[in-house]
């Protein structure tokens, strides 16, 4: 294994940062993700992030992380809690009032990282997710329904250490972090991390080959609210609204519930199998789960550039390419998609011109098509420059949630939703992503995602609702969206057969 440091070379450190970088390069060729991820089985918190290009090709870089040195949590209008792990196994807690993405951004400001000792393109940072209520942070909505408590509003974890496959290069970094807080020599923290990074190594190689066994379950039985009758019911209240002026679009969804006892980690590579998409992700922490294909970018900033992509506009694969061909042409060349299309797209304009230098704003692509494994979607592209006075954390605020999971006008969208859905939407909708320490920001919709809390899951889809919306084809879009899931969820609980394990 390559080092980053010698002894010598830490030692001679110039840094006053308290902690410092340190990984090895190993060749990669002999163990994937899912098996790296596999070998973290006995931590408390791990994840697994990976991307599909175009529907068709891997991306270049997978994420594995695991261990906690600091866990963030909180909900609307009840502050902060973080939880130091970095001073002792069981963790110091303390507990801040206020906003919670600012509370977050001040937290990160103090965690004092040698970034600089990072190599080129990792940009090292805290992973997890927001849900869909945080938008109480920014904006009044009605509160009509009771809030779950499930699942935070605000989740994110700096990991103890994270392991970056290349896949071009057939290398893997495993960087794990040097505390000169502790009370040790500069060798013995040298040699601390020496034998860390080499631990990791040798766990990475025992586990490589191993396969999970397969276990009987019971059918999974999907317990749907509203009900198909209620959900068309909503649909027209909501054309009502968008005759009367009250808006233009909105997205209303569906939850299916279910008991779920089985693994995660079987979902998950179900799911990247059967619908392999731009965000793949799992994360697990304890009892909580969160399985997910999303085809869709919330925002990214990425140095100056800030960018979003919507995508509106939905019709379910047949699997017969002719067939697909033609749905496809009817897809570009219906007026309500086209509608509904068009006006998130100014949504994505506005949000990022909000945060955006001015006149740099520009959609470098519109309207193009993105296949997935069941549906077919109408994707546009939205960039501009950051401006000076704003950041990643500004970014969020102005794009949260995404227009094409609320509506436009999408506040007066969001107090209808509360008014027509059955129950608080949780992260569902929310975003899912990384934050990092440089300022960028990737964060993808929560959508096609799978959320799990101890015995119990549930997924959620949605359809936009426009003024000639008809409400059957609106519930069987909601289906289709749902359908990916489903599907792996019963082919992990051995109802499909056991073969793929």
Not at 67 to 85: A, K
Not at 223 to 248: C, M, Q, T, W, Y
Not at 266 to 290: C, T
């Amino acid at each position: 294994m390559i080092l980053s440091l010698s002894k010598d070379q830490f030692r001679n450190l110039s840094s006053e940062k308290r902690f410092i970088p340190f990984f090895g390069e190993i060749l990669s060729d002999r163990i994937t993700p899912v098996a790296a991820y596999a070998s973290l089985d006995p931590l408390t918190h791990r994840f697994l992030l990976e991307s599909v290009v175009g529907g068709e090709s891997w991306g270049r870089f997978s994420y594995v992380g695991g261990g906690v040195l600091f866990r963030f949590e909180g909900n609307v209008s009840e502050g902060l809690s973080i939880t130091d792990l970095t001073r002792s196994e069981s963790g110091g807690r303390c507990h801040r009032d206020g906003d919670l993405l600012t509370l977050l951004k001040d937290e990160m400001e103090a965690i004092s990282i040698e970034s600089s000792l990072l190599p080129a393109g990792l940009a090292a940072g805290i992973v997890g997710y927001l849900s869909y209520d945080m938008v109480r942070e920014f904006e009044k909505l009605p509160s009509l329904l009771p809030p779950q408590k499930e699942f935070p509003d605000l989740y994110f974890v700096l990991p103890e250490f994270l392991l970056v496959f290349d896949h071009v290069l057939g290398k893997l970094r495993i960087l794990t972090w040097i505390d000169r807080e502790e009370d040790l020599s500069s060798d013995e923290l040298y040699d601390k991390a020496s034998s860390r990074l080499s631990a990791l190594k040798g766990s990475l190689s025992f586990h490589a080959d191993q396969e999970g066994s397969v276990r009987e379950h019971d059918p999974l039985s999907f317990v749907e609210s509203p009900s198909s009758r209620v959900f068309e019911e909503n649909v027209l209240k909501a054309k009502e609204h968008i005759k009367s002026g009250d808006i233009f679009q909105i997205v209303l969804s569906k939850r299916f519930s279910f008991h779920f006892d089985g693994d995660p980690l079987k979902v998950y590579r179900v799911l990247r199998s059967i619908n392999p998409s731009p965000y793949m992700y799992l994360i697990q922490d304890g009892d909580m789960a969160i399985v997910g294909s999303s085809p869709e970018l919330l925002v990214r900033v990425k140095g100056e550039k800030v960018e979003v992509r919507p995508i509106a506009g939905t019709v379910r694969r047949t699997g017969v390419p002719e067939e697909d061909a033609i749905r496809q042409k009817q897809l570009l060349a219906d007026p309500k998609e086209l509608a509904e299309h068009v006006m998130l797209v100014d949504l994505g304009r506005n949000d990022v011109g909000r945060v955006s230098q001015p006149g740099t704003v520009r959609v470098p692509e519109m309207m193009v098509l993105e296949q997935y494994s069941h549906v077919t979607h109408i994707v546009s592209h939205v960039e501009g420059l950051l401006s000076s006075n704003n950041d990643a954390f500004s970014v969020i605020r102005a794009a949260f949630p995404a227009g094409t999971l609320s509506g436009a006008p999408k506040i007066r969208a969001m107090q209808i939703i509360e008014s027509l859905e059955t129950m608080r939407r949780g992260p569902y909708a929310g975003a899912v992503g990384t934050i990092s320490f440089s300022g960028d920001c990737d964060l993808a919709i929560a959508i096609r995602s799978i959320f799990i809390r101890g015995g119990n899951a549930f997924l959620q889809a949605g359809a936009g609702i426009v003024a000639d919306s008809i409400p059957q084809n609106e519930d069987q879009e909601v289906a289709a969206k749902a359908a990916a899931m489903m599907e792996a969820l019963r082919i992990s609980n051995g109802e499909r057969g056991s073969w793929l394990f």
